[in-house]
């Protein structure tokens, strides 16, 4: 029985306090994520591969996708779990590597309880100007078509069961067209922004919640894409993919009553206007 001061603390909470309820008052808690079938695209590298340490490391069941298999393996092996860590590779703008990824996710943990779309790009020509017709097609099939697939993929048994969970991993220029993004990005990510504010007013009464993450700027790889090449100590002072890890675990964690349709995050240095 949980001494009087710790059952005032439910759900995530009680996650979040698992090392120090261990250390001090010697209860082991088990994650509410305990199980759960967890399917991470763009999971590699960077904001999604902190992401499937944070939740395989709460014990549910994930398989990661991405586009090489190299960084999948390294991280796969890297993550010390309950449930070890699956991994496929996955084009998010290729309709067929899609149906493969999420048979495989099926074939191998289970139906879907958890969707993070995280596979995202960006490019360096970022202006009307320089931007090519091929760069907007590329830019837009991976972050817009490729994230309505993959939801596509998961929402039919999640409306049958009545419960799941979808985190879109956007980007500020999802909320705010700053030139930093640049016209295809911002346009994508907009485009994503719609489509999970969309579905999630759909499906509300249908127990899956959507919710639209919009992070500032996170030292991953896609800053290598920067016109202007960005500092170390620029990226150590910028949002880190475990900062976005922590968030979204605590999300995933909320009771099926609670719903965060979209959440800001950013580094304290970062303007918000």
């Known amino acids: 029985m949980l001494d009087p001061i710790m059952e005032r603390f439910s759900g995530p909470w009680l996650n979040v306090l698992h090392h120090q309820t261990t250390n001090f008052i010697g209860i082991s808690i088990v994650s509410n994520l305990a199980g759960k079938v967890v399917a991470i695209t763009g999971g590699g590298t960077g904001i999604g591969a902190g992401i499937a340490r944070e939740l395989a490391t709460a014990g549910a069941k994930v398989v990661v996708g991405g586009r090489r298999t190299e960084p ?6 890297s993550i010390s779990s309950e449930h070890p860590v699956r991994t496929h590779a996955i084009d998010v703008a290729d309709p067929n590597s899609i149906a493969a990824f999420f048979a495989f996710v099926r074939d191998q943990a289970g139906e879907v309880d958890i969707l993070v779309n995280s596979a995202g790009i960006n490019i360096q020509n970022r202006t009307m100007a320089a931007m090519i017709p091929e760069d907007w097609d590329r830019v837009m099939q991976i972050n817009a078509s490729g994230a309505y697939r993959c939801m596509l993929e998961v929402l039919p048994q999640m409306r049958e069961r009545r419960d799941g969970v979808i985190i879109n991993i956007s980007s500020i220029a999802g909320k705010r067209a700053i030139s930093l993004g640049g016209v295809v990005y911002c346009a994508s990510k907009f485009a994503m922004t719609a489509l999970g504010t969309a579905v999630s007013n759909e499906v509300r009464n249908e127990g899956v919640r959507v919710t639209n993450v919009y992070p500032g700027e996170v030292n991953t790889p896609i800053l290598d894409n920067r016109p202007v090449a960005v500092t170390q100590e620029h990226k ?36 918000w206007v």
């Open 72 to 77: 999948l393996e390294t991280l796969a092996k």
């Open 236 to 271: 150590d002072a910028i949002l880190q993919p475990e900062d976005i890890a922590a968030l979204v675990g605590t999300i995933c964690q909320l009771p099926p009553r609670a719903h965060v349709p979209e959440i800001v995050i950013k580094p304290t240095i970062q303007e």
